[in-house]
């Protein structure tokens, strides 16, 4: 009897990462088998370029993935994003090291997630507006930093992170490309195998029996939404790595990709569900379409209405197979 | 009702069940959970189809396409959990859905007066119709919902558990007015595992075992004993173990305590061994009690010492630490994460054993789930099954495994029998007592007087925030406890 219970819900466990990976096995499909785009499109130099544009929303996407099924949510991440580009490009520019710039790209991330799992926790507000409000006030303190334009920067190895042609060239892809891969590996083993994780789930799931547990909901919130913006700013530096100038008006509405991407691959915003594996290939489903779509010549408001479509079939989907489980 | 059969999928639900309603009475559909009252209930309202037999009302043959027919055709169904929505006031709600308008424009004078009559029916003229619903005691909220019932013209009411979250005084009440709207020849189909007070307001029983009839007759003509044997399809021993466990000395003091809720300190202890109930209405402060000790609501003054340990700071995870359990109340709002699986929520207040340098072995913890379902005598799948499939029975199991996996040594229960099938009720009463034999306290806070008096060594009376008197159980019967429950004064002094 046992077994065929482990039987059951290893065919469950199937289905529920088989349901997204699908759908990206018929975006890939989609866009092999129309006969304009197929040879440009099934290159092996497009599927990379594809990887490396899905970086910086990866990265986000990851953090999202812990805000998501802790029953919060995140709005600030875009605005992040920026602010942190502007500040590794405004450390590269001053003629500090490239490391140097790196590194406190990455920490401006931390620190406005962490701000917003203090506000959150000691305020009493919802994520929704703390990180609404911080979404308007990074932008502003980016564009303050800025002096309103870009900040020019000398090209350095920093600026190799997002390049299409790496070099050394085994590494195949951009080296940002290797970091999502082995950023993605981690979260998912923190989420699956780590105490913390289960925390993360018995939170979004129902906060008061995570305190009644002894769980100390506060903290373990407070370092979630600083994991967030830790993930945010070294998706800026990337976002730095790709335009080699800091600009303060980049990645508007990114957010709500990040979202997007989260909830796609069956990440609920009621907390207590949702996977990296999902989350990711949530980024790809957006990434190839978006590609194809510009192959294809078709214009930017056509990418608009299809991604719309998937994302609201994608979770009536899930709704409609976890009813079913029901 | 006649030969009501349901299918779900290979198993059959309800096997030829027959069930009649005369106008005027009312009419007890007693079972176990998974009995198929539910199942029967859901088909008379339309909810769901029969795969066979027939229904009739008022010797026409019924058969509702969905639950909005039912409703007019006067068939009204009040669940356990109510639903009424907060922001709404109690006008709103009762008329919810069936709002009197003219081109859109609500008539409000006519639906007021609609209101104050269905109110009048139910004598509560203290309950404002202004008052916006999640303002109102849960008592209060029932008797909107019964309202509400009337205000359509309701001539069958269904009554799911509608006493599990009522204390006794306001039980009373409702039982009451179900004898006034009896005479108003409204039938009424009263679901509740409270045997007793079946007796008091029913006229006649249904009793369903496993999807069948197990019986049915006049509750006058029938014992209590006779009635739980058709539920349980057998001779029960007393469903309250007695064995003697050995009180020894004090585990937990409790000094000067007040918390939220809470009129005046309090001075409690329990020792080893020892089972101390905790009897009293509903926002009496006995909740309170127990939140301010385990530490989910603020200590205003007074300490809590832990024989072991000493006294207690912080919050829950300091608690649970010194061997303190606490067993929420509201399993479904608090107790349990419900779209989590059995195994998590079961080991969710201590992954130590499973854990390495922070990293879990799931393997190991899946081993314990089965084994706590095993030793629980939980009815799940697997121990990754979510919690919210389980039966409300099971999910206590879990919650109370819980405690049991924490390693705790003092139990907080508030309420642990609350809403689930006496087949699981006996086996808490027995895992309290088989705990007290191994040296463990208990502290049982509970409205249900006769488990009080079944299970504890010793049982203490709150009302309106105080603690009036704590005696051995024997030195207490039921109307005692009533009496000092809801006056607040012991017999001696009145």
Redesign the interface.
Known sequence: MKDSNAGVKRFRVMINFLGPFMGLLLVILIFALLPEVQDRFLRLGNFKSVATQSVIVALGALGMTFVIISGGIDLSVASSIALASCVTAYVINAGLSPWLGLVLGVLTGGVVGLVNGLLITSLRVVPFIITLGMMGIARGVAKWMAGNQKIDAPITWVNELMTRSPSPGWLLVAPGVWLMILFAVITAAVLRYTVFGRHVFAIGSNEATARLCGIRTNRAKVFIYALAGLFCGLSGVMQFSRLTVGDPTVAVGLELDIIASVVIGGGSLNGGQGSILGSMIGVFIMSFLRNGCTMMGWPNYIQEIIIGFIIVVAVSLDQFRYRREA | MESIIKDFGATRALDGVSFDLRRGEAHALLGENGAGKSTLIKILSGAIRADGGAMRLDGKPYAPAGPLESRRTGISVIYQELTLAPHLTVEENIMLGREDHRCGWLRRRVMKERVRRALSLVHHGEIGLATPVRRLGVASRQIVEIARALAEDAKILVMDEPTSSLSGEDARRLFEIIRSLKARGVGIIYISHFLEEVQQVADRFTVLRDGKMAGEGEIAANSLDVIIRMMVGGEVKGLFPRDGHSVGEIALEVQALKGKGMAAAVELSLRRGEILGVAGLIGSGRTELLRTI?G?DRLETGTVRVAKTGTLHG???P???AGLG?L?E?RQ????????SVV??LT??R?SPF?RF???S?SRQRKAG?EWIRRMNIKA??P?QEV??LSGGNQQKVALA?LLHQNAEIFLLDEPTRGIDIGSKSQIYELMSGLAREGKSVLFVSSYFPELLGVCDRIAVFHRGQLVETRPAAGWTEESLLAAATTGRTAAER
């Open positions: 385990f989910l919050g829950p995870g608690r649970i630490a606490y929420s509201d709002g608090e107790g349990l994460a419900l779209n989590q998590d929520n969710l207040s992954f854990v922070g990293w879990l799931l089965w799948r697997s990754l919210a499939h819980r």
